[in-house]
T-cell receptor, first 112, second 110 residues
């Protein structure tokens, strides 16, 4: 059973607002990831972390930033939300070997 | 060209049919192969993972990997309406990064 949680599940926010999407896992995984997925489209990796104080950008350029101060927590922040940021954001974590990556339920963000 | 190609579908089958979902890939360094199922508005959940070539069975699901052809498949026997979802293949090399296919949308009609 995957224990990875994302909040909020749904968020509608105005342009220019700062938002933070939360992701927490209780499995003690070192590796965590953020993916962006538009409806009916493929997953795109935007950020990943191999452990505390480690963050890297993924394949898809994103204006968001992430931090990894604690192993279990990997929040994603948008300093100034824009309509182009409207999408679903999925957080995932994996064990050392990455043979099993577990996903959260996702945050569906709408910027109006 | 994408590293992992997957027909987006939709694939529509009657209940009880055998479903075949496929992915092709170009990177011969991929070693682990996974299938995820994603219901609408939910996160992907891991169905099966395999290492190298061969078959792996789990209940109604069989994963097949042919590294020589760079081709993987997921077979679903006795398909049910509850199997209706998007199925994503994923692969990784020794670098520990997952590469996903675009997903195939499956609809199983009662």
């Amino acid at each position: 059973e995957a224990d990875i949680y994302q909040t909020p599940r749904y968020l509608v926010i105005g342009t220019g607002k700062k938002i933070t999407l939360e992701c927490s896992q209780t499995m003690g995984h070192d590796k965590m990831y953020w993916y962006q997925q538009d409806p009916g489209m493929e997953l795109h990796l935007i950020h990943y972390s191999y452990g505390v104080n480690s963050t890297e950008k993924g394949d898809l350029s994103s204006e968001s930033t992430v931090s990894r101060i604690r192993t279990e927590h990997f929040p994603l922040t948008l300093e100034s939300a824009r309509p182009s940021h409207t999408s679903q954001y999925l957080c995932a974590s994996s064990d050392v070997g990455l043979t099993r990556a577990f996903f959260g339920q996702g945050t569906r963000l709408t910027v109006v | 060209q994408k590293e992992v190609e997957q027909d987006p579908g939709p694939l529509s089958v009657p209940e009880g049919a055998i479903v075949s979902l496929n992915c092709t890939y170009s990177n011969s360094a991929f070693q682990y192969f996974m299938w995820y199922r994603q219901y609408s508005r939910k996160g992907p959940e891991l169905l099966m993972y395999t290492y190298s070539s061969g078959n792996k069975e789990d209940g109604r699901f069989t994963a097949q990997v042919d590294k020589s052809s760079k081709y993987i498949s997921l077979f679903i026997r006795d398909s049910q309406p509850s199997d209706s979802a998007t199925y994503l293949c994923a692969m990784r090399n020794a670098g520990n990064m997952l590469t996903f296919g675009g997903g195939t949308r499956l609809m199983v009609k009662p």
